[in-house]
């Protein structure tokens, strides 16, 4: 009694949508408190989510998730958290509260605020476009204590998606090293969706997975106060193993006893896991420490411009003749933009090419990357590679060339009480 | 895909042991963990920091941290600066070098005494 079962039915901004309702289902096959979580929120998203355009998009996306899984939702009283707010929580939950009033379904809506800063200029060069700090549980668990069926945050720190419900539920204290920690590493487990569970994992040999086409969703359980944490896929194709859940343990971990979040500190090097049934791992050894002093923070930076171009070159000497275009281009571009420092990989040789061709690929693409604040500039560097069409070695073709906005992103750092998460629930909420 | 050239007794990484790369600004891990628990041991003594460095000479890492977890027989790589900047400004075409596990995993490394070509990750 009084388990908490939380479900990833996202595991990154675009994610399947059909994956959010897997993981509904899957939750109705367990008893206790049961939770949906979407992790939608990548470095750079909330860069290229400023202005109105970019939050209506936020909004749409949001409503896309749910409308896939909110009727499984509502049936089975399965509340929902995500960072799908990026960097509008409030008006996020706004068009979630419309939608539900437009199909005359009643879930009370709350959001969380607190993790946008100031726009400071940053020593990167470039305007500085967005600043926030990862915050912690903290705002979820007010705005569940609010009432909230469905919460909507901002840059809310991923594994914090977890670890709101369980210090709910669970009523823990902020001081709570070792639940926080086991919390923390749910969620790290589960954010990523279905890399825990057979996604991102498929390879020939001992790596197969079954049913990769229509990969299940992961559930994490966490019963109060044990120190066991399981992991399941209940439903859907792939596999949930000791191999698969090592993989993702590990992923984006650096010091395995340091993996700091605004919540805690979570130690995963003295971690134990066992096959507790098919398609169930279960850990225990997780440990916490005193959570750290320093909240991260994110400023997203306008960088300019970046500029690929890419164009194909066939048969036994092929890489030869990629390899002659580019030092075409080299001798072009010093004339045009001396200044610019493209970037050159010949696809299909990008590793061999280091090692002085051991093999001959038949079937190469030379690709130019180039980078500067001056979009013009930048046209012109992709104008010579098309150029190569007709000036160029024999037998190039398939030329592409794309433009896109440059945001880099300056890691900082604020003090807690500069950036405090607070959870509302929405007014006037269905 | 050819198996890389290979040397008497020598076999690539990949058929001991798994693993998988993520990145947070300019560091990269990649993880390195054994089908076989029995392995750990060969693992820890073959697929050392050297060994990453020179997996990644074509792309040299300002520095190159192991990480060992032996209860789950499994170690962690951090690699330094191998991300031109991190992945909102890399050039590269995987900018976050998702892909670079299988530079690492490719690496031969000497086959455990008694093995057969018939062990866990063997194709």
Redesign the interface.
Known sequence: MGDVHIAAGAGFSNDRRELGEIAAQSLTLFEGHRYLIFECLA??TLALAQGEEGRRRQAERAVGYLQACINTCILNNIKIISNFGGSAPKQVAEAIAGFLKEHNLRRKVGYVLGDELPVKETEHAGRAISCNAYIGAKGIVEALDAGAEIVVTGRVADPSLAVGPVAFEHELKWIDWNRLAQATLAGHLIECATQVCGG??A?????QVPGLARLGAPVASIARGHDRLTISKPLGGGSLT??TV????????????RYLTPDVVMD??????QQSGKDEVTLT?CVGHAKPDWLKTLTCVD?GW?GEGEISYMGDTGLDRAQMARAVLKQRLENIAPSAE??F?I?GA??DE??SN??RPRDVRL?M???SRDRDQVQALLDEVEALYLNGPAGGGGIRLNISP????V?GAARHNEAVPRGYLLEDTP | M?E??TSAGMIPV?QLA???A????N?L?I?V?A?DPQHFEHLKTHVTEDLCRRAF??QPPSGVTR?L?P??A?M?F?LEDVL??????N???DRHGKTLSY?LLDMLIPAPPGWSDQG????
């Open positions: 470095e750079r991102y994992f390879d020939t040999g001992a790596k000791t191999a090592t993989e993702q343990l590990l992923y984006e971990i650096h010091d395995p006893a995963v090097s003295g971690v134990s896991m050894g960088a970046i493209p970037h990989d696809v990008m590793y280091a090692e051991i093999r690709r990357a180039v980078a440059r945001t880099a992103t890691a | 050819t890389p050239a990949r798994h693993g998988r993520g990145d947070k600004g560091r891990n993880s963990i089908f000479s074509f990480y977890l209860k789950i499994a962690n951090v031109d900047g991190g992945v909102n400004v050039l590269r075409l530079v866990p990750g063997k194709k």
